[in-house]
C-alpha cells in the first residue's frame, strides 16, 4: 500500500489525461484565484507604493545590490524555510509540518498522476507528506488555534477564515483513506476530488493565496528595517533622541525598551 502508486488504478475507469487535465486545472485555479486575491485587497499596489515612499523618505539610507541579495537569503531561510514570524515553538512546528507536507504531498501527487510508472519513493513521499499534513494540521486545529486554546471555544467551530485549514486537512484526509481502502473510482474517490476541488478552487475566499505574498510582505519589512526607514514606526532603540520623542506618553519617552514580560508572563487562559 505505502508503495503503490495509487491513482494508476484510476485508469481502468478514468482515462489518465482526465486526471492530468484535473490537476493542471486545479493550478489554473490557484493562479486565478491569487491574482483575484491580491487585485481585490490591493497587496501589490500596497507593496510598491510602500517601497517608493521609503525609499524617497529623507535620511533613508541607500541599500546596495549585495545587501539585498542577503535580506533575500535572510528572508528564504528564516521567513519562508523557517517559517521565523511565528514565536510561539508549536504553532512554528505545526505550520512548518504543514507546509513541508503539503509540498510533498502535492509534488508526488503531480508526478504519480502524470507518470503511472513512477517508482515507490513517490508513493512513499505522498504518504509522508500526506501525514505531516494531517499531524501539523489536526494539532493545530485541535489544540493550537487562539479561540480554542485560549477563550475556550468549541474546536467543531467553523469560521470562513478556518477554509484554508479545514479543507486543506480534509483533502488530504480523505485521499489517504481512499487510498488505504484500495483506491479505485468509488463513493471516497468522489468526496476526495470535492475536497481537493474545494480546496484549490476557493483561493479567493481562503488563506491560500498568503503564502505567495507573505514573502514579499517580510522582504519588504527587512528592506525597511535596513534602509532606516523601519514602515514609519519607531525603531528598537532609544539612542536617537528623535526616536524618543515620538511617544505620544512623556512617561514613556525615557523608559527602557525591555520593561518586562507584560501580559506574556502567564498563559492567557482566562475564559
Known sequence: MLTSNPFAGLAASISPAVMQCYVI?????V?????ADVVHKGSARYFFENWRKSRKKKGAKQVGGGELLSIAVQTAVVDVA???EFCNPR?????????YGFVLYVIATAV??????AGAIWAQLWWLGGLMVCLGGYWFWFFIRVDVAAEGLSPLRFMKADLFVVSLVGSVTLGLIWAAA????????????LATTVLFGSVFWSKFAHMFYKPAAAFEKRVTKANGTAENLPTQTRDEPEQQQRHSMQLLRNAPMDMGLGIKREAPRHY
Do not use: E, K, W
Not at 504553532?91 to 507546509?99: E, T
Open 31 to 35: 493562479v486565478v484565484g491569487t491574482f
Open 91 to 99: 504553532r512554528r512546528i505545526s505550520h512548518l509540518l504543514g507546509m
Open 112 to 117: 504519480m498522476v502524470f507518470d503511472a510508472s
Open 182 to 193: 484500495g483506491g479505485g473510482a468509488g463513493v471516497l474517490f468522489g468526496l476526495y476530488i
Open 82 to 84: 523557517a517559517s521565523g
Open 25 to 29: 486545472l486545479m493550478v489554473v485555479l
